[in-house]
């Protein structure tokens, strides 16, 4: 079935740092991939995606990339700000298992100015 | 994007009793999922819910323990029945964008429960 796992976290950074979330995926078929944003008290957002691959999702000046030979969608930020304090979910789509998002444990990041 | 509230936001319930939560979408959609949020984990799909037809359930979740409505294409309800402190979760609807049949998920807000 499909699967996806997430760097561990907590993951704390100061403000201005570069952020990489790494997060590599199990499936069958040709998944969606979809990055997740949880602010502290607030519902998920969707933050970004993929659908296919080499495709490259961006939103908020983070960045994705779909790799299909590393089965990776690693998150990234050139320049993270206080504000990005939340909790990060990989999830996928698709394959073998339409309709159905299979999410990754999340990972907490705190951003200190 | 779809619009997406639940009802209510949060609830303390007593163990053995049942909460009903109401999902509403701004438009008509073909497939509503209810996912649960426990404490500090990630999201697990519970159903799916088509209007017209029975839920189905992941493994795991059972009918009689999360019974799920879906009256009309706009509307659905979760049911969390004889309810134990293990169900302390965040219970969330989903749905896909504008009733289309892509991958992209939208979220309600979520129902924040606590069983004492």
């Known amino acids: 079935g499909n699967s996806v796992t997430q760097m561990e976290g907590p993951v704390t950074l100061s403000e201005e740092a570069f952020l990489t979330i790494n997060c590599t995926y199990t499936?069958?078929?040709?998944?969606?991939l979809f990055w997740y944003v949880q602010y502290p008290g607030e519902g998920l957002q969707l933050l970004l995606k993929a659908t296919k691959a080499d495709d490259k999702g961006s939103n908020k000046g983070f960045e994705a990339t779909y790799r299909k030979e590393t089965t990776s969608f690693h998150l990234e930020k050139g320049s993270v700000q206080v504000s990005d304090s939340a909790v990060y979910f990989c999830?996928?789509?698709?394959?073998?298992?339409?309709?159905?998002?299979?999410f990754g444990q999340g990972t907490i990041l705190t951003v200190h100015p | 994007s779809a619009v997406i509230s639940q009802k209510p936001s949060r609830d303390i319930c007593q163990r053995g009793t049942s909460l009903t939560i109401q999902c509403q979408v701004d438009s008509q959609v073909t497939m509503m999922f209810w996912y649960r949020q426990q404490p500090g984990q990630s999201l697990t799909l519970i159903a799916t819910?088509?209007?017209?037809?029975?839920?189905?359930?992941e493994s795991g979740f059972v009918i009689d323990k999360f019974p799920i409505s879906r009256p009309n294409l706009t509307f659905s309800t979760l049911t969390v029945s004889n309810m134990s402190p293990e169900d302390s979760s965040i219970y969330l609807c989903s749905t896909f964008l504008s009733g289309m049949r892509t991958d992209t998920q939208y979220f309600g807000p979520g129902t924040r429960l606590t069983v004492l």
């Open positions: 499936a069958t078929g040709y998944p969606s």
């Open positions: 999830a996928l789509a698709g394959g073998t298992s339409y309709g159905k998002l299979t």
């Open positions: 819910a088509n209007q017209g037809s029975e839920a189905t359930y």
